[in-house]
Every structure is written in structure tokens, then in C-alpha cells.
Nanobody, 115 residues
Framework: QVQLVESGGGLVQPGGSLRLSCAAS????????MAWYRQAPEQQRELVAV???????NYADSVKGRFTISRDNAKSTVYLQMNSLKPEDTAVYYC?????????WGQGTQVTVSP
């Protein structure tokens, strides 16, 4: 069973930056999609950004121009660079890796944007 280990969350002031990382505990020897989701209190989990095996990227409208997703296939790792953070970005961020026959989730990392 592959586990996803997330890191990089924390408390940051509005306008600040954070970089989230998510690494798989074992190499994944198949094509897969990597994504970041977030869930704020009393809200549904929403897709933040997704990157395919071939490098196609999509972002939620609310983070376009501020967040950047990237991946290192050799390390089975996905990153989320978050700039110009706003209080409304406050949420638990989850990484997701899915492919044919599998769908893995990280444990979540808290991001809090507050003065």
C-alpha cells in the first residue's frame, strides 16, 4: 500500500508564500495523475490543481496566477507553490495520486493565512 506523506503547511500572513510537498512512500510504476485538494471548515473538499503524467495542468479559478503545481516523476513527488496567499486559502490541503486501479490520499496538512 502506497502512503502519501505531505509537508510544508503552516501559518503565514496574507501575501506570504508556502510550498507544499507530497511524496509517495514507494515508487509508482504506472502512469498517474497527481493533484491537490483543499477543505475549509464546513465546506466541501475542492480541487485546487491537477497535473497529469504528461504534464497537462489545470487550476481552480480562485488560485490561477498565484499557485503552481509541479511534479517529479522520478521521486513520485508533487509540489504546490502557493504565493500571494489570502485568508480564504485557509484550509486543510490534501494530495491525491490516482491511476488505473488505485486512488491514494495524503493525511492532509493545515494551511492558515492570518495576520
Amino acid at each position: 500500500q502506497v502512503q502519501l506523506v505531505e509537508s510544508g503547511g503552516g501559518l503565514v500572513q496574507p501575501g506570504g508564500s508556502l510550498r507544499l510537498s507530497c511524496a509517495a512512500s514507494h515508487s509508482i510504476f504506472s502512469r498517474y495523475v497527481m493533484a491537490w485538494y483543499r477543505q475549509a471548515p464546513e465546506q466541501q473538499r475542492e480541487l485546487v490543481a491537477v497535473i497529469t503524467w504528461g504534464g497537462t495542468i489545470n487550476y481552480a479559478d480562485s488560485v490561477k496566477g498565484r499557485f503552481t503545481i509541479s511534479r517529479d516523476n522520478a521521486k513520485s513527488t508533487v509540489y504546490l507553490q502557493m504565493n500571494s496567499l489570502k485568508p480564504e486559502d485557509t484550509a486543510v490541503y490534501y494530495c491525491n495520486v490516482r491511476g488505473v486501479g488505485f486512488d491514494y490520499w495524503g493525511q492532509g496538512t493545515q494551511v492558515t493565512v492570518s495576520p
